[in-house]
């Protein structure tokens, strides 16, 4: 586990490193998320407002305040990949998760989002795993998946 | 210079003006929302849009700078029916039910909506209802009204270096909220206020506490007094339509006494008082090796800002009181029993210009009983506006009365309390006649006066050059606290005030406050100061006689007990 | 043959991660002709080549490098790869198949303008590409080509990658300049623009991925030779994400003139299962929807701004008659209702108005006053908007507004 302030003194303390600090700060813990005692140290450390790190992890979608999942599953929806069948690929994840968009299961492995273009159209439909992006899905495949997850687990 | 044509006026502009600056001063009129004179140009509500030959797009006048040939034209079709959408856009996510809102009538919105004639949206509304924050005793928030105009943001963040809010979210999930989405507090916000001063619709505003006072003014078992605050006399008119700057002390009086008030008292009495006991410690500071510099106390806002922010340098601050909470423990000892009457049965009410000052009079120390606060209500000059109109007092005209006795004779050093700089002063005047043992020729100390955020003055004490510092905002505040913290403050004295100008600028005060009308505000202060028989608060005989009378002495131990008080750190 | 590869040449034939790999195929070839020549000469090259920027606002591109060489004090160069638009991916093929040509393309920029800092700002999705660039900018400054004193010429040239994180306005000028500076990414008022004052209030240049990959062939050969390629408006290549319901998905280059047809058929092998065309996306999003009879357009920048849009990002998404002009409406709102920045009101207010409005005909409640008012709401939209993306965001309503009317008709209740 990193900690924070390990993170913290490997930028420059700028305002302009808030968001590097934050991405990987957050990428490095299991649920995805920032607290508000992060917060808390990330303000003093660089001397910035509470209420402005506030306003900057509400502002970008891939940053968070509210825990997640183990496994943060995005499906992307965007043209490109709703012409090519991506409901079929939401609907089994529904299936097989027994969640929604934006909920998180029970055993908290698992956050289903429906998501924006992920730039991978030449080989859709897509979705994102936590950092990786799995294209030219089918339900099949997508059942796969989710299973050799849940496998790595036990 | 610049040449070019609005609604086919020929316009000569200096570089740089905005096409807006331009217009006004031609007063060619187009309609604003987000833009508030003092604070800066955010071009967001869209409303400004003008037209200019040749483009397709549309583009805001407050923030497009005149070009040499532009030909700009305000109200064409195009224009006016974008407008009329944004206006619609905005009433479609806002809470319009106006007749439920404490700024019917003086909402900036309304006037707009009005003014371009919408009286049917196209749009559904899109609202949906949060809950309202009214956790604290001083501001309400909320947020189904706001139209995210940033303005509060802007003054809290730029004007008072605090940041409580910030924008959260995007989209129309946009919020305006503090840190974490909670609610305001005590361990963030000062309660200046300001952020209410520029609201240009009801999402935030005092808590409206008139209705406790009507209680008490019905309530045959209460004697109900009031003390009203020196910045109030030059600000109420205005609230009642009078022009910024009126002087209207005698005739608030004569309001006061019609709203059933059984005695109306003046604070600038124990802001007198406030000079005699802070003026003793302050010499007493310097004489006998005490902590300098000395910092003042009577703005509320600045202790909550030193107790959240600088608790290491709180033993500057002096332990005054401020004059609305002397006034307050007075109305609870002094005054009852010179009156033969039971403390408890003394419902004190005071009118200030401050939101903060609500905060200070439940604060835990201001309790001389330990039990009831000293000042019962406090009223912001908005707020009595609300009652005497609600009670159809023809203000402008009524018939002007003096303050009752006791504590009816008061000086000009009590009145500049009100603008930044005028505690100094009025400290200054006591404090050198009294080390100096000599009379101060000149009492005026123009460096001290005016809307320069930091001003210093200097003085000989004793043989001893003196250096005082003014300052006013929190931001101006900030500077000369990180000074005291870091050991290298050069000042003996220092007055701090939360709001741009001091009082007379404070978040309770009229809507629509600028810079233009703060000084307007300070002129008249300085003028009923020269108006004033006395001008110095230890030539006040009514003040002599309350120390022969009750308190013995300054610093004496009933003065210790009903006048002074100690702060804490708000850190967790 | 109707493909041209230019800055797509060395996909799938070199390793893109080795250095050596990209050296050995002409790679910093441009970089040492550039460093021979005098700034002003570089601009000129640029200038004759009439290259105009390729992330989709097509903007002249000599104009921008002008106007920073022209700053003094601490300049900027940006290379904008956010590629949030829906149905793109060329920008990131180009970071995953030949990243060494982008810095490249930065470096020659910076020694024309003087500026010494660099950085790319990738889009947070991007985890892939975000790990190459890193790479080959180690790789780069191993070997000299970044740092100090670049190939013993005297001028420096740092870059930093920045992460985007999850913001599709981001890809706009002054909010990605916002994001760089650590804060969220609303935009800000223009003029001033970004070459005058962008990062720090720095003169400050921001490019396209593509459009800096395009500049090592325009030194290399010359601006003249460039101009030749294309149309006359619109010179050089275009590479093109053609996605949707394709038989061929993928990335093509082909130059400027080439018409979406042959793009779709030639290259993309047409529909699968053979099904007839109901609409074709340009661009992405934020740009027009167009009928089966209009592919014989050809791809160039001023035929697209018949459409007020900045759709010059080369994106053709082809949508088949099983999908319905509101299936598609509605994802693209919903799109900008999410993605909007909520500064301005007719961006934060407007997009939710218009998906409801999209609704009211998907559930053919709609009335003729809706219409109306669909109509004005995306005029008004895309005439206030602070920003690109209100500015550009009702393309495809107003583009179906005109080409698709009877559709609205058919569900509006009389």
């Keep these: 586990m990193i900690l924070l302030r390990e993170i913290l003194a490997k930028y420059p303390k700028e305002e302009e490193y808030l968001i590097e600090i934050l991405l990987e700060y957050q990428t490095s813990k299991k649920n995805h998320y920032i607290s508000e005692k992060d917060v808390n140290e990330i303000s003093k450390h660089l001397d910035i407002p509470e209420s402005q790190i506030c306003s900057v992890i509400s502002f970008y979608s891939l940053l968070s ?13 965007d043209v490109p990949c709703f012409v090519n069948e991506a409901q079929s690929i939401y609907d089994k994840l529904v299936e097989i998760l027994g969640i929604e968009d934006g909920e998180t299961t029970e055993d908290n492995l698992f956050t289903l989002e429906i998501t924006e273009c992920l730039g991978c159209c030449n080989e859709a439909p897509a979705m994102r795993i936590n950092e990786k992006v799995y294209t030219g899905l089918t339900p099949t495949k997508v059942e796969k998946l989710i299973l050799d997850l849940r496998g790595e687990i036990k | 210079m610049v040449n070019f044509k609005i609604n086919n006026v020929e316009i000569t502009a200096e570089d740089n003006t905005t096409i807006l600056q331009a217009a006004r001063k031609y007063h060619i009129d187009i309609p604003t929302l987000c833009n508030y004179p003092d604070l800066s140009i955010k071009s967001e509500c869209r409303v400004c849009v003008v037209e ?48 439920a809102c404490p700024k019917n009538l003086n909402c900036e919105l309304q006037t707009l909506a009005n003014k371009l004639g919408i009286d049917k949206n196209r749009f559904p509304t899109v609202l949906e209802v949060k809950p309202i924050d009214n956790s604290n005793p001083v501001l309400v928030r909320n947020i189904n009204r706001c139209i995210k105009c940033g303005r509060c943001i802007d003054v809290c963040k730029n004007v008072q270096s605090m940041s409580v809010l910030d924008i959260m979210g995007r989209s129309k999930d946009a919020e305006i ?69 009126s002087i209207v002390t005698e005739k608030i009086v004569s309001a006061l006494k019609y709203l059933g008030f059984d005695a109306v008292y003046d604070t600038d009495f124990t802001a007198d008082l406030t000079i005699i006991e802070e003026g003793n410690e302050l010499i007493d500071r310097i004489t006998n090796g005490g902590t300098l510099p000395m910092m003042t106390s009577c703005c509320p806002g600045w202790i909550n800002f030193a107790e959240q922010r600088y608790p290491e340098i709180l033993d500057h601050i002096s332990s005054c009181k401020s004059p609305q909470q002397m006034f307050g423990a007075l109305a609870k000892s002094y005054y009852p029993e010179k009156m033969n009457m039971d403390p408890s049965d003394v419902f004190v009410v005071s009118i200030m210009p401050c939101t903060a000052k609500k905060y200070e009079a439940q604060r835990k120390e201001m309790r001389i009983d330990n039990v009831n606060p000293d000042v019962d209500v406090v009223l912001t000059t908005r707020e009595l506006g609300k009652m005497i109109r609600q009670m159809g007092i023809n203000f402008e005209n009524i018939q002007e009365v003096p303050f009752d006795k006791p504590f009816g004779i008061t000086t000009g050093a009590a009145a500049i309390f009100g603008a930044s700089g005028g505690v100094m002063e009025a400290a200054l005047r006591t404090v050198y006649e009294v080390v100096n043992k000599e009379e101060l020729v000149d009492i005026n100390f123009a460096s001290v006066r005016g809307l320069e955020g930091i001003k210093e003055a200097e003085v000989e004490l004793g043989g001893q050059k003196v250096k005082v510092a003014v300052a006013h905002t929190l931001a101006n505040a900030k500077i000369l606290c990180e000074q005291v913290k870091a050991g290298t403050s050069p000042y003996t004295f220092i007055e701090i005030m939360t709001c741009p100008g001091g009082c007379i600028g404070g978040g309770g005060q009229p809507y629509g406050t600028t810079t233009e009308i703060r000084e307007k505000r300070i002129a008249a202060i300085y003028q009923v100061d020269q108006d004033m028989a006395i001008r110095k608060s230890h030539e006040n005989p009514d003040i002599k006689a309350l120390y022969d009378e009750y308190l013995e002495k300054p610093l004496g131990q009933k003065s210790h007990h009903l006048l002074h008080t100690h702060y804490h750190s708000r850190n967790k | 043959m109707i493909e041209m590869k230019v800055v797509s040449k060395r996909f799938g034939k070199i390793n893109p991660l080795s250095i050596d790999s990209y050296i050995k195929s002409e790679g910093y070839q441009a970089l040492e002709k550039a460093v021979s020549l005098h700034p002003t000469k570089i601009i000129e090259e640029i200038e004759k080549s009439k290259i105009r920027g390729r992330g989709g606002a097509g903007f002249p591109a000599h104009i921008k490098v002008r106007a920073l060489s022209q700053e003094s004090g601490q300049k900027f160069i940006v290379c904008n790869a956010d590629e949030g ?60 080509f970044l740092g100090n004193n670049i190939l013993d010429r005297g001028f420096n040239f740092n870059i930093e990658i920045r992460s985007g994180a999850g913001s599709y306005v981001c890809g706009e000028e002054f909010s990605m300049i916002e994001s760089i500076e650590g804060k969220p990414g609303r935009s800000r008022t223009k003029p001033p623009f970004p070459t005058e004052k962008g990062i720090h209030n720095k003169p400050t240049l921001i490019n396209n991925v593509e459009t800096f990959a395009n500049f090592p062939h325009i030194i290399l050969n010359g601006g003249a030779k460039f101009a030749k390629i294309g149309t006359p408006s619109s010179t050089g290549t275009k590479l093109i994400s053609l996605s949707g319901n394709v038989k061929n998905k993928g990335l093509y280059e082909v130059p400027f003139g080439t018409s979406i047809r042959d793009v779709i058929f030639t290259l993309g092998k047409g529909v699968k299962n053979n099904r007839a065309i109901k609409m074709v996306q340009l661009g992405g999003a934020s740009g027009p ?32 008659d099983r999908f319905d002009i509101f299936d598609i409406l509605l994802i693209n709102m919903k799109f900008f209702v999410y993605q909007s920045c909520g500064k301005c009101t007719p961006c934060r207010e407007g997009h939710t108005q218009i998906v409801n409005l999209i609704n009211k005909f998907i559930n053919h409640r709609a009335s003729e006053k809706d219409l109306m008012s669909l109509e004005n709401l995306a005029n008004v939209i895309q005439q206030t908007s602070l920003c690109g993306l209100g500015q550009t965001s009702m393309t495809s309503i107003i583009s179906s507004l005109r080409y698709f009317r009877d559709d609205f008709f058919a569900k509006v209740r009389y």
């Design chain 3, 289 to 320: 929807i167009i009928p089966e009879y209009m592919l014989d357009m050809s791809i160039d920048f001023d035929r697209f701004e018949t459409f007020d849009s900045k759709t010059g990002t080369g994106a053709i998404i082809v949508i088949d």
């Design chain 1, 65 to 77: 305040m509210v825990p997640k999942g183990r496994y943060v599953v995005q499906v992307c929806h």
């Design chain 2, 177 to 245: 909220t503090p840190a974490f989405g909670k609610y305001l507090s005590d361990e963030s916000c000062t309660y200046c206020g300001q952020c209410s001063s520029v609201c240009p619709v009801g999402a935030i505003i005092e808590k409206d506490d008139t209705d406790q006072v009507w209680e008490a003014l019905n309530n045959p078992n209460l004697h109900v007094i009031v003390q009203v605050a020196p910045a109030v006399r030059v600000s109420l008119g205005e609230e009642l339509g009078m022009g910024p700057g």
């Design chain 2, 52 to 99: 200019l030959q040749g483009q397709k797009k549309l583009f805001t006048s407050c923030s497009t700078i005149a070009r040499e040939g532009m030909v700009v034209n305000t109200n064409s079709p195009k224009v006016l029916n974008a407008r009329k959408t944004i206006l619609e856009l905005i009433l479609a996510n806002h809470d319009a039910n106006c007749t």
């Design chain 3, 85 to 144: 638009e829906p149905g793109n991916f060329k920008d990131r093929m180009l970071m995953e198949n030949d990243p060494h040509a982008i810095l490249e393309g930065m470096i020659i920029i910076a020694y024309a303008t003087g500026a010494d800092r660099g950085y790319i700002y990738i889009r947070g999705e991007y985890q892939n590409a975000i790990k190459i660039m890193r790479a080959t900018i180690k790789s780069a400054e191993e070997n000299r």
